[in-house]
């Protein structure tokens, strides 16, 4: 069995069917495989640290385990400790300053507790700060097999790693669209957490008012089986979805021809699943990013006081500004996240989820001028990362390649009915025949 072609509930499936000796030699085979594919997009940087030796040791020191995790090649975003690695945080400033690290990060100890196979540590755009995965430091991440485009970012090598078969999943983390832009760029499904699921002890964070750990895989069905390594103690009951909420066209205005076919599609795709649309007006969304960028900015200022000079000038002049947010500045803002928050619970309350764009391009073209891209594309994805509420990333194709990815949002919480629905979606996608 290929890590490229296989689901991860296939290869748990095969696990499970095998002798705990058998199921060592398959793991390791598997591992090897997936060790074999790494770094092979044109900048040969997926990863920022790997040692496949070490990789493989994982393999023999995981102990049986019920965990549906266990065996399964997996790579970690490069801002949260691994013991024996350095952390970067996707600049050679902070892992030259960061050293090695002495203890597991809570999702890396996690991870190897559930015998997952830590494939290596993967490209971010500096900092998590960024949407489109380029960087100074390590080379932009282009997508494997693609080299004319950018994976997105700021989970860029999680979802390179994907691509390229290196992992079966990625490990990443979504502030204002991290795991959704990547996902709907590459082909890739994506699982943003509610806010608040996880732990970040050793983690790197951004923004912590807005930063999510999640997931990159290809397919949506491995979603509840992926997310349920985020799931609370005592998680919600599921829930049965029957309608759902679509925005207007009036803010869709901005969305390339195959992205609006790909919404339409999914739409498609839900009705066949018994489920009603309902249109309704977000304008009022127009001033999410009024919101978002400065309380982000003046978070992200806080974690790296002291230490501006040494970032890339683009992200460094966003943490100036940051900086340079009063007291009361970001006082007025927090009451208007508060309000705008609510507006987005009533809006969950009122429709059982909500089905638009992850982004509204197809691709970012490798060495185009994206000055304007984040502002472009966030608009998509910080009304959902202002409410704190899960998202899944939906692929969609056209001839066998990617056509822009949709998300799925429901209330916080909510999590395994949207990944459950997800699930669904992607089944019925399959059993479609394929776009001419």
Same mark, same amino acid.
């Given at each position: ?66 965990? =549906? ?44 507790l559930a015998g997952a196979i830590i494939t290596g540590k993967t490209h971010l755009h500096p900092l998590a700060y960024g949407i489109t995965g380029e960087n100074p430091d390590f080379g932009d991440c282009v997508q ?63 923004? =912590? ?38 925005? $207007? ?11 609006l076919g790909s919404y339409e599609q999914c739409i498609q795709g839900l009705r066949s699943l018994g489920l009603a649309p309902i249109a309704i007006d977000v304008a009022w969304w127009s001033e999410a990013m009024e ?123 909510? $999590? ?7 699930a669904q979606l992607g089944r019925s996608q399959k059993s479609r025949p394929p776009q001419p």
């Amino acid at each position: 069995m290929h890590a490229f072609t296989a689901s991860v509930r296939d290869m748990r499936a095969t696990l499970d069917a095998a002798s705990e000796n058998a199921s060592k030699i398959l793991g390791a085979e598997s591992t090897n495989a997936a060790l074999l594919r790494a770094n092979r997009n044109a900048g040969r940087n997926t990863y920022l640290w790997r040692d496949p030796a070490w990789a493989l040791s994982e393999v023999e020191r995981a102990k049986p385990t019920s965990s =549906p995790l266990r065996g399964i090649p997996i790579s970690v975003k490069d801002c949260f400790d691994l013991a024996g690695a350095p952390t970067s945080c996707g600049t050679r400033y902070y892992r030259d300053l960061n050293g090695i690290a002495a203890h597991d990060s809570w999702l890396v100890e996690r991870l190897r507790l559930a015998g997952a196979i830590i494939t290596g540590k993967t490209h971010l755009h500096p900092l998590a700060y960024g949407i489109t995965g380029e960087n100074p430091d390590f080379g932009d991440c282009v997508q494997p097999g693609n080299d004319a485009a950018l994976t997105g970012g700021s989970s860029s090598g999680a979802a390179a790693s994907v691509l390229e078969g290196s992992a079966m999943a990625a490990i990443g983390t979504d502030t204002g669209g991290s795991i959704r832009v990547p996902a709907a760029l590459c082909g890739l499904a994506g699982y943003r957490a509610s806010l608040g699921r996880g732990d970040w002890r050793g983690g790197a964070h951004l923004a =912590p008012s807005f930063d999510t750990m999640g997931w990159l895989y290809r397919d949506p069905e491995d979603g509840p089986l992926l997310g349920s390594f985020f799931d609370p103690l005592q998680p919600q009951p599921l829930k049965q979805f029957t309608s759902f909420a679509i925005v $207007d066209e009036r803010f869709l205005s901005d969305c390339e021809p195959t992205v609006l076919g790909s919404y339409e599609q999914c739409i498609q795709g839900l009705r066949s699943l018994g489920l009603a649309p309902i249109a309704i007006d977000v304008a009022w969304w127009s001033e999410a990013m009024e919101i978002f960028a400065p309380i982000q900015a003046s978070e992200a200022a806080l974690i790296h006081a002291g230490h501006f000079e040494h970032i890339e000038l683009s992200i460094r002049q966003r943490l100036e500004w940051g900086a340079s947010l009063t007291h009361h500045e970001v006082s007025l803002l927090r009451q208007r996240h508060e309000v705008f928050r609510k507006r987005m619970d009533a809006l969950l309350d009122e429709h059982q989820f909500l089905l638009m764009p992850a982004a509204p391009v197809v691709r970012l073209n490798a060495g185009a001028d994206h000055s304007q891209t984040r502002a472009r594309l966030l608009r998509y994805t910080s009304p959902v990362s202002l409410a704190g509420m899960p998202a899944v990333t939906i692929p969609c194709f056209e001839a066998g390649h990617p056509a822009g990815g949709m998300q799925l949002v429901a209330a916080r919480e909510d $999590d395994a009915s949207l990944l459950q629905l997800s699930a669904q979606l992607g089944r019925s996608q399959k059993s479609r025949p394929p776009q001419p």
